[in-house]
């Protein structure tokens, strides 16, 4: 075997270094890993930290008081419940289509694909990214599950391959999700009698926003020049390769139930799930003939039809359910502590003074390009895409209106703002990480060099659409 053995207890990566070696862009990076190596904190205490970091900016630049603050706190944590429900449903699904056995059939049958590490690197990226266009939850999902298979893949072949890289390459995809079919903002702008909708008068046609060209033509360049930036600072010096230690892949959901009442022989068809599947088909072609727009429920209703027809009966699609739970769960838990801070941001209006700020010095032209910061800096603070909408976009609309700019601009600016910076917030790499078996700070080093190279396209693409 060329590479290095293993120990074979390990559930996870070989625990040396995760820096990147070999390539000059590469070795540049070694302090920025170490640094986040050691001083990064979990997922759960980083949000707790950031909890207290706004409490105190916003007792620091608004006029609220501590009792304020506080109130404002405890009255946010309940604050995104319905969105917090339709962002799980979104994980869940994505995570349960993922696993179905044709899907993971698909896969396998990729993870054949690449030859090369670097073509290992390259092409998760690549269907990570598309798969986060079709729906976010799919493409962190299918992402992580694709780059063990290719880590499994590599190990059989007796080839190296840096299994940080590839697991960041996998969440590098998702730096698009919000140019693409379960983009929240926009879909929240079309939804009719959204607090968007109602803003602007009327629903605002995805036509306008995610299926533009120039939104098109930025997807392109994002997926050229952030796998042009992954290829420059993939580790090539096989000192610093990490590879998979577990030797065998991961078994699917197996169904063991028995079947010895007419009850179980129910649980045990196909009939339920596929009439179930047939009914959804029949609603989406009912609601799309109707001049129905695509929203976020409806993303949701499209992959519960898929996975409906996909299963084979109620028993594995329970025990799919079953194994999905457990990616959902820390997201579940730490969702009221950002909804906490949108609480704390909104009702003290440290929120609003962020935004001004960035409106103020705007001009029509660079309108669009201050709200992609703005919306990036309170993604830091706020991982919602919809939750970001519903407190940036009032201020930001009116702005766009005063400046003359259009209005599709200025959400798809907070869109992707809000996916920019994601790659160095650790809150939707949870699924990801907790599929792969690693911790934020194996990766972040890599993803940061991803949150440069989209912002340098996502800003031109702003600035060249306001010109």
Request: glycine share 8%; no cysteine.
């Amino acid at each position: 075997m060329t590479a290095q053995e293993p120990d074979k207890n390990e559930s996870g990566p070989d625990k040396r270094s995760t820096q990147g070696g070999g390539a000059v862009l590469g070795t540049l990076m070694r302090p920025l890993n170490t640094l986040v190596e050691r001083f990064i904190p979990s997922a759960l205490v980083f949000a707790i930290v950031l909890t207290f970091i706004v409490a105190v900016l916003a007792l620091i630049f608004t006029d609220a008081g501590p009792v304020t603050v506080v109130e404002e706190w405890g009255m946010g944590l309940a604050g995104l419940l319905a969105f917090m429900t339709q962002m799980a449903l979104v994980l869940l699904l994505g995570y349960i289509l993922a696993n179905t056995r044709p899907v993971r059939k698909l896969l396998i049958r990729l993870a054949r694909v690449p030859k090369t590490a670097m073509q290992a690197y390259l092409f998760v990226f690549l269907i990570a990214a598309l798969g986060s266009l079709i729906t976010w939850g799919l493409g962190l999902v299918a992402g992580a599950l694709l780059a063990r298979e290719v880590a499994y893949e590599f190990r059989r072949r007796e080839q190296l391959v840096h299994f940080p890289m590839l697991v960041a390459a996998a969440f590098s995809g998702f730096v698009m999700w919000h140019m693409g079919y379960s983009a929240s903002g926009p879909l929240l702008a079309a939804t009719p009698d959204s607090f968007v909708a109602d803003q602007l008068g009327e629903p605002l046609a995805i036509t306008e926003t995610i299926f533009t060209t120039w939104n098109l033509l930025a997807v392109l360049a994002t997926i050229l020049l952030v796998g042009l930036a992954l290829f420059l600072i993939a580790p090539r010096n096989a000192k610093a390769i990490v590879p998979l230690t577990v030797d065998a892949r991961e078994k699917e959901v197996e169904v063991d139930e028995a079947v010895e009442t007419p009850a179980d022989r129910v649980d045990a068809s196909r009939i339920p799930t596929l009439l179930t599947g047939l009914m959804l088909v029949a609603y989406l072609v009912i609601h799309f003939s109707g001049g129905g727009s695509l929203t976020l429920d409806i993303v949701n209703w499209s992959f519960l039809t898929l996975i409906m027809l996909l299963v084979r009966n109620p028993f594995e699609l329970i025990a799919l359910t079953k194994k999905a739970a457990s990616n959902v769960g820390e997201i579940l838990l730490q969702f009221p502590l950002y909804a906490g801070i949108l609480g704390i941001m909104g009702g003290t209006g440290l929120i609003t003074i962020i935004s001004e700020a960035f409106v103020a010095i705007s001009t029509p032209q660079t309108f669009a390009l201050f709200a992609f910061f703005s919306a990036g800096l309170v993604n830091f603070f706020v991982p919602s895409g919809g939750g970001q909408i519903a407190v940036q976009a009032p201020i930001l609309l009116e702005a766009a209106d005063s400046l003359g700019t259009d209005p599709a601009v200025a959400i798809m600016a907070v869109a992707y703002g809000d996916q920019w910076t994601n790659m160095i917030q650790p809150f939707w790499a949870l699924p990801l990480l907790a599929i792969a078996g690693l911790k934020m700070r194996d990766i972040l080093g890599y993803t940061t060099i991803t949150l440069i190279a989209s912002g340098i396209v996502f800003g031109s693409a702003l600035v060249l659409v306001s010109l």
